[in-house]
């Protein structure tokens, strides 16, 4: 069975600081990995995905995740944030064949 | 709009009663999910169907559980007997069996359940 474990519940940052969120997975074949964000009020939006080629992976409003197959990670960052980028993130994995698995995420606020 | 929408995107209940949520999926999807939400989580996988068969259901999806997607379009999520424990986000996706996003899910707005 697939799981997902994000480390960091509850980040918190000034403006201007650089971001690195955790994220490792549990699965033993293929996977294709993603970041969604969640914004106070609003539906999961995609960030960034990853399913194969170059594994630094750019994604929208700055961000990028690096997947790095002998540690099952797959880490968010990015070098500078905004008190816009206060939200909660989620990563998450998926087979080729169906569902997606979610970590618990992690709350970001960013203080102006 | 060509997303996948979900109706409604409230629904308050009482103890007992019956629920049922909608969600058209994007049009020529193939695959829909059913996932649940609830507070400080991620979404749980519930079910997800194949046009219109049903493949897989996770044991979260008691008895007082059902969905359906009868024409293999869009699909209905039925909570029978609700309890307190059911109010959460309820999500759904679809995603293309080909193509350059065949591996994405894409995420409806949510109905939320609140059961008093």
């Known amino acids: 069975a697939q799981s997902v474990s994000q480390h960091n519940h509850h980040v918190i940052l000034s403006e201007a600081a650089s971001l690195e969120l955790g994220c490792n997975y549990s699965y033993g074949g293929t996977v294709n990995l993603f970041w969604y964000v969640q914004y106070p009020g609003q539906h999961l939006q995609l960030l960034l995905k990853y399913f194969s080629g170059d594994p630094l992976v750019k994604g929208i409003k700055g961000f990028e995740a690096e997947f790095i197959k002998s540690k099952f990670s797959f880490n968010l960052r990015k070098p500078s944030v905004q008190w816009s980028d206060t939200a909660e993130y989620f990563c998450a994995v998926n087979t080729n064949a169906g569902k997606s698995t979610f970590g618990d995420g992690t709350t970001l606020t960013v203080k102006p | ?116």
């Open chain 2, 1 to 116: 709009d060509t997303g996948v929408s979900q109706d409604p995107r409230h629904k308050i209940t009482k103890r007992g009663q019956n629920v049922t949520f909608r969600c058209d999926p994007i049009s020529e999807h193939n695959r829909l999910y059913w996932y649940r939400q609830t507070l400080g989580q991620g979404p749980e996988f519930l079910t997800y169907f194949q046009n219109e068969a049903q493949l897989e259901k996770s044991r979260l999806l008691s008895d007082r559980f059902s969905a359906e997607r009868p024409k293999g379009s869009f699909s209905t999520l039925e909570i029978q007997r609700t309890e307190q424990g059911d109010s959460a986000m309820y999500l759904c996706a679809s995603r293309p069996l080909a193509g350059e996003s065949y591996n994405e899910q894409f995420f409806g707005p949510g109905t939320r359940l609140t059961v008093l």
